[in-house]
């Protein structure tokens, strides 16, 4: 029997192999959506551990605390409790657009205390929070351009799933004290499996349900990342209004009934280009008990936050760009937070990018990257 030398050139040869094995993985282990941890306690400071898939490695973490607080905050928990205290996925970076960025996007709350980014005193122009039987959502308009979104950015959805099953965020985290399983306790909260977090047009929802409901999945599917917030959570969020209320569960996202009919609606591919027309006019399910809020009564200590933290040039500048606002029937944006949208949809409504892992700016980073180890690799070898 022959023997076989392994020269240099072999050994060259086969560690670009190695890498190109290595680089084309996609999916992880355990989707993100199967990882569980109590709060605090068992939180992991990344979640996404995993160093060898296309899309890279987490950009932030997830142990956050007062010593990660500030505008330079890259936590990746986030919190939906009440009116006065949630968090929006947006962008680390100034002027960034959501689909270049879904990977990456990091927590933005309106309190401190949370080892997060504040959401500047200003950009919030209205809320809507509503508590139903099955999950907790807030609706409303926001100056996108204070939370680092670029202005005029149709932007996209945000959910625990993404195409690569990793997340947008990567190793987003979501947590609530709204559930009953809280017991009325502040301090308890438990983890959203399922949740959607449409932003773009100056407008944003955020739905968290509940994991000990029959229906999370379904409630807070996240199939449907094109045609936004008035059919993925319906409703009649006003611009200039801060109101919190109790609600019915709306219909899962696509199911509506036509001629006595339950039917479901599926997105079409991308490939066959922007979305024209939809089917149905989604149903804005009924609510009840409605109190209405200042803003400055709600926000207050980000306000304070603000004050001690953050100059008075940053602070004046921001007052400076929060004095727009938005319509209340806008239906502009994929993401936009009114529910007067129609069947015949304007093709502006479904403008947004897609939010699948590879089909955008983070998603084609990782890739070029790929392709430039892979053409060093080549390199080496000849």
């Known amino acids: 029997m022959s023997r076989i030398v392994r020269g240099p050139v072999a050994v060259v040869i086969g560690a670009a192999a190695a890498l190109v094995s290595a680089q084309q993985s996609t999916y992880p282990a355990t989707p993100l959506a199967s990882k569980h941890y109590a709060y605090p306690s068992e939180i992991p400071y990344k979640v996404d551990t995993d160093t060898n898939l296309i899309r890279g490695e987490q950009y932030g973490y997830n142990i956050c605390n007062s010593t990660t607080e500030g505008q330079d905050s890259l936590c990746q928990t986030s919190f939906l409790n009440h009116l006065d205290d949630f968090c929006l996925w947006a962008p680390p970076e100034a002027d960034s657009l959501i689909a270049d960025t879904e990977g990456e996007e990091v927590a933005w709350c309106t309190k401190p205390g949370k080892g997060t980014r504040i959401i500047p005193p200003g950009a919030l122009k209205g809320v809507q929070y509503m508590r139903t039987p099955d999950y907790v959502q807030v609706v409303g308009f926001v100056d996108q351009t204070l939370i680092n979104i670029q202005s005029g950015d149709y932007g996209g959805e945000l959910d625990p799933h993404g195409a690569d099953l990793r997340g947008n965020p990567m190793g987003g985290l979501v947590y609530s004290n709204a559930f009953n399983a809280s017991n009325g306790d502040n301090d308890t909260y438990t983890q959203a499996i399922e ?144 529910a007067s949208s129609t069947g015949e949809s304007s093709g502006s409504l479904i403008a947004a990018r897609s939010m699948l892992a590879g089909e955008n700016g983070a998603g084609a980073a990782a890739a070029i990257a790929f392709m430039g180890m892979f053409t060093a690799a080549a390199l080496i070898i000849a």
């Not at 938005?326 to 009114?338: E, N, V």
């Open 195 to 338: 949740w959607h977090n449409f932003m773009g047009s100056d407008t944003f929802c955020f739905k968290v349900c509940d994991p000990e409901g029959s229906s999370a999945s379904e409630y807070c599917q996240h199939t449907l990342d094109r045609i936004g917030c008035a059919y993925n959570a319906p409703n009649n969020a006003q611009n200039g209004t801060f109101e919190a209320c109790l609600g019915d569960n709306q219909d899962p996202p696509g199911v509506y009934t036509s001629d006595g009919q339950v039917l479901t609606y599926s997105q079409p591919a991308e490939s066959l280009g922007e979305i024209t027309t939809i089917p149905y006019t989604p149903v804005v399910p009924a609510s009840s008990s409605c109190t209405s809020f200042a803003s400055a009564e709600l926000y207050a200590s980000a306000a304070s936050w603000y004050s001690e933290n953050v100059s008075s040039v940053a602070i004046s500048g921001s007052a400076a760009a929060s004095g727009t606002s938005g319509s209340a029937t806008r239906t502009s944006s994929s993401s936009g937070a009114s």
